[in-house]
């Protein structure tokens, strides 16, 4: 019923930026809070940053400073900038949104991307 489809992630070098994109899809009736978080090899997945509908937002500690969240409400897209990038960034990026349905418009529910690479390294 929902799809999240993440995209822009990739190789860059240390220092470099990134943007990362995800859209939400599917018989939407409201979108809560999209946000990201990542996983790198051999570690647990972390919280990077998340947004709300009303736009208050809230990051990890390691990337405050460097990475801006936003969203598009009327395209149900999260936008993730990443700036100033190092290879203790490098992890599979997940987009997660809490999202009501039109069938269920008052059950909230979690839904996750796909995932996209990022790998920082020179």
């Known amino acids: 019923q929902v799809q999240l489809v993440e995209s822009g992630g990739g190789l860059v070098q240390p220092g470099g930026s990134l943007r990362l994109s995800c859209a939400a899809s599917?018989?939407?009736?409201?979108?809560?809070?999209m946000g990201w978080y990542r996983q790198a090899p051999g570690k647990q997945r972390e919280l990077v940053t998340i947004?709300?509908?009303?736009?208050?937002?809230n990051y990890a500690d390691s990337v405050k400073g460097r990475f801006t969240i936003s969203r598009d409400n009327a395209k149900n897209t999260a936008y993730l900038q990443m700036n100033s990038l190092k290879p203790e960034n490098t992890a599979v990026y997940y987009c997660?949104?809490?999202?009501?349905?039109?069938?269920?418009?008052?059950?909230?529910?979690?839904?996750w991307g796909q995932g996209t690479q990022v790998t920082v390294s020179s």
């Open positions: 599917g018989s939407i009736f409201s979108i809560y809070v």
């Open positions: 997660n949104a809490v999202i009501a349905t039109m069938n269920t418009p008052l059950v909230r529910n979690n839904y």
């Open positions: 947004v709300t509908s009303g736009g208050t937002t």
